[in-house]
C-alpha cells in the first residue's frame, strides 16, 4: 500500500525536508502551510497520514486534529512542534492524535515509525474490510 502524506507545517524549511525525505522513501507527499490549506487539500484529495505542526497561522494543529478526527476520521495524524508544553501533549491525547513528536526532528527515526505505524494500522483495517466484504450475510445458505 502505498500510502499518501499531508505534510503541514507554516515553516517552507520542514516542509521541503519533510516532503522529499518521504517522497524518498515511496510515499504520495503533498503539503500545506496551514491547518486551512491542510483541509482544503483533504477536501479534494484523500490522505492516509497527516504530519502537522501545531503552532501555525490561521488554524493551528490542534484545530485541524479536531476537524480531521470528524471529517476524515479514517486519517492517522501525527503531531510535531517545537512548543513542548503539558497543554500541547495532552491536546493532542484528547484529540485522539497517533502521536505527538517533539522538534527539532533530528534524524527522522521517531517519525518514520510513527508513519509506518499508521500506515500499517490502515493496512490492517482495509483487509479486514476486504474479509469483511468477502463473507456471506449472517443467516445466508450456500
Not at 503539503?31 to 502537522?52: F, H, Y
Not at 501555525?56 to 508544553?85: A, D, F, H, K, S
Not at 527515526?109 to 493496512?123: G, I, M, N, Q, S
Request: overall charge neutral; hydrophobic content about 45%.
Amino acid at each position: 500500500m502505498t500510502a499518501s502524506i499531508l505534510i503541514v507545517d507554516d515553516e517552507a524549511a520542514i516542509r521541503s525536508s519533510l516532503s522529499r525525505h518521504y517522497r524518498l522513501k515511496g510515499y504520495d507527499v503533498d503539503t500545506a502551510e496551514n491547518g486551512r490549506a491542510a483541509l482544503e487539500n483533504l477536501a479534494v484529495t484523500p490522505r492516509q497520514v497527516v504530519i502537522s505542526d501545531i503552532m501555525m497561522p490561521e488554524m493551528n494543529g490542534i484545530e485541524l486534529l479536531r476537524r480531521i478526527r470528524r471529517e476524515y476520521p479514517m486519517t492517522r495524524v501525527i503531531i510535531i512542534t517545537g512548543y513542548v508544553t503539558l497543554e500541547n501533549a495532552l491536546a493532542c491525547l484528547r484529540n485522539n492524535a497517533d502521536t505527538c513528536i517533539f522538534k527539532p526532528l533530528g534524524d527522522l527515526a521517531e517519525l518514520d515509525e510513527a508513519v509506518a505505524a499508521a500506515v500499517a494500522y490502515l493496512a490492517h483495517w482495509k483487509r479486514k474490510l476486504a474479509e469483511l466484504r468477502g463473507m456471506k450475510p449472517e443467516g445466508e445458505r450456500t
